[in-house]
């Protein structure tokens, strides 16, 4: 009977040794799972976090670019001369080479590869940007310079030539990018087809386009903004 007892408290040992290893086997495949699940959560997050940073960055750029070409028309009415003025910054890259109308680098940038570089550093902010609403500095603040931008132009064929412009038309495209060490760059890319609208203006001498008389007075029966007279000043 005395070696039955030992054989049976044997197996029951074994048996719950064997209950306590598949517990720990189940606990840590559960802790795995959620390690993996959070892990999955936070590159969604980090994500949708670049993919703002990269399409906010496009943006800043288009607007910039519209702004630029704007002041490289001064009062021409075509695009065609600023077209022709870029012809030394078609882009080469690798999937636009060779596009026709060519792509042509509006805002070429100093950074490597022609970006524009939308950095951020404390050295550069002023010190109420680096402390708090009480006055308090904060101990450390982020750094920003993985965002950059690219700005291209082209024509928007409206005739036979990509350097003649018949319709005041071309196309402005800027791309945005998130730069991640970790991986891959999270890219957003705008365009806009943007159309010269000012046309030229001939005023007639005097005001007479402002509905003033022959005289160029509003005193006469054409008067649109009569002058108040409540207070008349005259010279001493």
Do not use: H
Not at 39 to 45: F, I, L, P, S
């Amino acid at each position: 009977m005395p070696s039955q007892n030992k054989a049976r408290n044997r197996v029951n040992r074994g048996f719950t040794l064997l209950v306590a290893l598949g517990v720990v086997l189940v606990v840590t495949m559960a802790v795995m799972l959620s390690y993996r699940v959070v892990g999955r959560e936070a590159d969604t997050q980090a994500d949708a976090r670049r993919q703002k940073e990269a399409f906010f960055a496009a943006e800043a750029g288009l607007a910039e670019g519209r702004e630029a070409i704007r002041l490289r028309l001064g009062n021409d009415q075509r695009y065609g001369q600023v077209l022709s003025d870029l012809n030394g910054a078609i882009v080469q890259d690798l999937g636009i080479k060779g596009a026709v109308p060519a792509w042509r680098e509006l805002l070429p940038g100093t950074g490597p590869g022609g970006w524009n570089y939308l950095s951020l550093s404390p050295t550069t902010l002023q010190p109420a940007e680096k402390a708090s609403a009480g006055g308090e500095p904060y101990v450390d603040y982020p750094e920003q310079n993985n965002v950059r931008y690219r700005v291209f132009v082209r024509d928007d064929i409206d005739d036979g030539s990509e350097t003649i412009d018949a319709n005041g038309q071309v196309w402005i495209a800027a791309v945005g990018e998130v730069v991640n060490a970790q991986g891959r760059p999270t890219r957003a890319i705008v365009q806009a087809l943007v159309s010269n609208q000012n046309a030229p203006v001939a005023n007639s001498p005097g005001c007479t386009s402002r509905g003033c008389g022959p005289d160029n007075t509003f005193n006469n029966t054409q008067d649109q903004s009569a002058p108040d007279t409540s207070v008349v000043r005259t010279l001493p």
